[in-house]
């Protein structure tokens, strides 16, 4: 059984910075791509950033490019979101989601394994 534990959220001010983390376990972590989508208070759920299964390859939702960083460290089961100069639109709760294969698309339909995710608020 897969399990994704984010943690990582809070309270920041505009302009802040947070790091999110999400921690794996259940299946061969290095395998497969990551991503991370969140979901705004009565808005759909939208794609954040994704990672591949060597973290060779990464893509971003434009709002976030020059912003935001995903990363993972295959050796500890986990993937980062470093998020800088935060704005209060990215105020949301952030999920993790492991990919059914190795790369991580933005497509939030082809992910089957969610964290529960971690609010993030960033007040003006």
């Known amino acids: 059984q897969v399990q994704l534990v984010e943690s990582g959220g809070g309270l920041v001010q505009a302009g802040g910075s947070l790091r999110l983390s999400c921690a794996a376990s259940?299946?061969?972590?290095?395998?497969?791509?990551m991503a991370w989508f969140r979901q705004a208070p009565g808005k759909e759920r939208e794609f954040v950033a994704a990672i591949n299964w060597s973290g060779g390859s990464t893509d971003y939702t434009d709002s976030v490019k020059g912003r935001f960083t995903i990363s993972r460290d295959n050796a500890k089961n986990t993937v980062y979101l470093q998020m800088n100069s935060l704005k209060p639109e990215d105020t949301a709760v952030y999920y993790c989601?492991?990919?059914?294969?190795?790369?991580?698309?933005?497509?939030?339909?082809?992910?089957?394994?969610w964290g529960q995710g971690t609010q993030v608020t960033v007040s003006s």
């Open positions: 259940g299946r061969t972590f290095s395998t497969y791509g």
């Open positions: 989601a492991q990919a059914p294969g190795g790369r991580g698309r933005p497509v939030s339909g082809e992910y089957n394994y």
